[in-house]
């Protein structure tokens, strides 16, 4: 695996500036969007409960793209020397590694057409996690998965991180299949601080790629001010 | 684009022709070299004034963009009761006062400016103004035509040259019969009644007299030789006007400055450069390479498009705006200061950017510019210019923000071109987004640069070189001795960007 010595993300850069915002001291596999005021600008929209639901596809889905791409340029990259039509030689770089999506069931779904518009047929597996009645945890209902998902890397979607219960149970589903912990980069539009330092805490090795950081959870353990349910918002109001 | 031998003159009087196109009307301090040359064709009625004005654009034969303005556009809105006159043939049209010289002369003289112009329609049969207008811009020559022409000194302030057409009054009256029975549907009574009672008085009182005013009196027939004369006037004015210098800005420091090094940093150009991430890298090397297919071309090109819009967004200004979510809690966020968002596309290439800029910007009017090289000098020329509604009315244009799409700032002179249009609608400098894959270091950009130094400029990446190489002419209607001309590539460059998208 050999990578480029160049800086592999914006969000990087972005972060060390961005000390004194509302972000807050983040685990170090955290990695955000740049926190510009058009991305704000973008959070507003998809947060407005007035906000129609034809708006909310074009907005949400723009966010999804920034993060796809953010997540993608955690992926390794190898040199490429080329020939461009002008007859001139260029030290370029090439992409390296394969890649799947897995998005977790149901809002997950909605960060796939996003996902193919960055990465063309990308294959994509799903899972699907509900909270067992009995225990309050999260169980695994149902996954499909690309049978070489082990040596792939991992783009785990799922908009929003609260708690973090049924990511952290993705993760461990995606592991008992081979994937390794630092192959997995989970994606998200929005995390809380409890759900982000719980899943962290846990796999400090999966790269989070998060849009925006909210203030927390209610005691229904919503997120604050968040923008309600997502999958909801996107199928079906 | 129409042919000046085929165009149908006697359809509308209000005419835009172009025949090869628009060259350069600013220097290569983007600043306007002149004004718009204005021919007024004064006379009287039916003397054969659109007649001269349709000679006058045959003879001059390759012309670029020319306007012909008729007064009968500027008759005054009518109350009910002028209305009622009106259709009874009792209202005095021949008068000055029937028309609204101050809107005709602001009109006029933004035309004359190289600005846009929205000018009012007046239906005859309505005999009435229309809440419609009729957007014209882009003259090189305007020729105006009417009977009080020459009469208002505000306007006649505005001409180049002034032609009076000179006519038997025996004669005009039969011509003006035999038009209003043909063309206007009315009676030979009625005619005759408005010709004694107005028309006869008004050519008397107001437009003979303006006779004296004219540079030039033509005849009302039998006026080849006085055309002919018109015409090298004007051919010599044009010449005078015209701006050459792509070749300079081309490469810069080769022929402005006449050395063999560019000296051009990338820091003092202001662009605003994609960050680098793997992926950008990635893709620009797929974009550039000779070996990838057209399929591929065609999704990393919207995939870059997409990346260099959002981030060229980020110039844009927002506010604070706050909203409630849908569990109750309120946001304080942000919000675009702005709802006049247009795009510009230059034509083939900038089409390249256009599926990144939908994307981005949700249901977005996008204008378009045609700009092509003259064959034999290599200059741009205008063909077509199709902008945003939020461009062609001046009060919306100092509103809105536009951003220029275009794959590539080469010798600059498309770029040039375009922004140049934007300006002369008014639209502010520091509003003009202009977004594109590549530019050329040693390449048009400082000059444009230099020439407008608010415009932004959002580009993936900057390329080194500028190549010099040498275009073969091939005979062909456009080019009957098939001469060739000098042309610039970029090195390293991505090739020919919109043959690579589109064929």
């Known amino acids: ?237 | 684009m129409k042919d000046i031998t085929t165009f149908s003159f006697e359809s509308k009087k209000n005419t835009v022709l172009v025949s090869h196109g628009r060259p350069p009307w600013y220097g290569a301090n983007g600043l306007r070299t002149g004004d718009a040359f204005v021919v007024a064709v004064a006379g009287g009625s039916a003397s054969g004034k659109t007649h001269v004005a349709r000679q006058i654009v045959k003879t001059l034969g390759s012309i670029p963009t020319v306007i012909i303005l008729s007064q009968d556009s500027f008759y005054k809105f009518h109350t009910p009761d002028e209305l009622v006159l009106a259709h009874a043939n009792m209202l005095d049209f021949d008068h000055p006062d029937a028309i609204d010289m101050p809107m005709f002369a602001a009109c006029l003289a933004d035309l004359k400016a190289c600005k846009q112009s929205n000018i009012p329609i007046y239906s005859f049969s309505e005999h009435q103004r229309l809440r419609d207008t009729k957007y014209l811009y882009g003259a090189t020559v305007i020729i105006t035509e009417g009977i009080m022409a020459l009469h208002d000194p505000a306007l006649r302030e505005l001409y180049d040259l002034k032609v009076f057409v000179q006519c038997d009054s025996d004669l005009m009256l039969a011509r003006r019969i035999q038009r209003d029975l043909k063309e206007r549907g009315r009676e030979v009574g009625g005619i005759l009644d408005q010709y004694l009672r107005f028309v006869k008085p008004s050519y008397d009182n107001f437009v003979r007299p303006t006779s004296s005013f004219a540079d030039i009196i033509v005849p009302g027939s039998n006026n080849a030789v006085a055309i002919e004369l018109i015409c090298t006037h004007i051919r010599r004015q044009l010449a005078d006007r015209a701006s050459r210098f792509r070749q300079k800005i081309a490469i810069p420091h080769r022929y402005l400055l006449g050395t063999e090094t560019c000296d051009v940093r990338v820091e003092d150009l202001n662009l605003t450069v994609l960050p680098q991430t793997r992926q950008v890298q990635g893709i620009l090397t797929i974009l550039r390479s000779k070996d990838t297919s057209r399929q591929d071309f065609i999704f990393f090109a919207d995939r870059l498009s997409t990346i260099l819009v959002e981030c060229a967004l980020q110039h844009l200004s927002y506010i604070p705006n706050t909203v409630v979510t849908p569990v109750g809690a309120k946001y304080t966020g942000k919000k675009l200061d702005s709802d006049s968002v247009c795009g510009v596309s230059i034509l083939r290439s900038g089409g390249v950017l256009e599926r990144g800029f939908r994307r981005s910007i949700n249901n977005v009017p996008i204008g378009s510019v045609l700009v092509q090289s003259d064959v034999s000098t290599g200059e741009p020329l205008l063909l077509h210019a199709m902008l945003p509604a939020a461009v062609r009315f001046r009060h919306l244009a100092e509103h809105a923000w536009v951003f220029v799409l275009d794959s590539q700032i080469g010798t600059g002179a498309a770029a040039f071109m375009a922004i140049r249009i934007l300006l002369d609608h008014g639209v502010r400098q520091d509003r003009i987004v202009f977004v594109t894959f590549l530019v050329a270091l040693a390449g048009g950009v400082s000059v444009l640069r230099k020439a407008f130094p608010e415009v932004k400029i959002v580009c993936a990446a900057v390329d080194e070189e500028m190549r010099e190489g040498w275009l073969d002419g091939y005979k062909g209607e456009t080019n009957p001795e098939g001469v060739g001309r000098r042309l610039w590539v970029m090195q390293p460059g991505m090739g020919h960007i919109g043959d690579r998208y589109y064929l």
């Open chain 1, 1 to 237: 695996m050999a990578s480029t010595s160049t800086n592999p993300s914006a969000a990087q850069a972005a972060r060390q500036a961005n000390t004194s915002t509302h972000l807050g001291a983040l685990p170090s596999s955290v990695y955000t969007l740049p926190q510009t005021a058009q991305l704000e600008a973008l959070y507003t929209i998809i947060r407005d409960k007035e906000t129609s639901r034809g708006d909310f596809l074009f907005y949400s889905d723009r966010i999804i793209r920034l993060l796809v791409e953010e997540g993608l340029n955690h992926l390794p990259v190898v040199n490429r020397t080329i020939e461009t039509p002008t007859g001139a030689t260029y030290d370029g770089v090439g992409f390296e590694g394969k890649i799947c999506g897995v998005s977790i069931l149901r809002a997950g779904e909605a960060m796939e057409a996003g996902l193919r518009e960055v990465c063309r047929s990308v294959r994509i597996g799903k899972i699907l996690i509900q909270r067992d009645e009995e225990t309050a945890l999260p169980k695994l209902f149902y996954s499909k998965f690309p049978p070489d998902i082990a040596k792939r890397y991992v783009l785990l979607l799922d908009p929003m991180l609260a708690t973090g219960g049924s990511a952290m149970k993705a993760v461990e589903v995606l592991m008992e299949h081979g994937v390794p912990e630092e192959r997995i980069i989970f994606i998200n539009l929005i995390s809380a601080p409890e759900g982000l330092k719980t899943f962290c805490g846990k796999y400090p090795n999966v790269r989070v790629i998060t849009g925006w950081v909210d203030q927390g959870l209610n005691e229904k353990a919503f997120i604050i001010p968040g923008l309600g349910d997502f999958g909801e918002r996107r199928y079906c109001t």
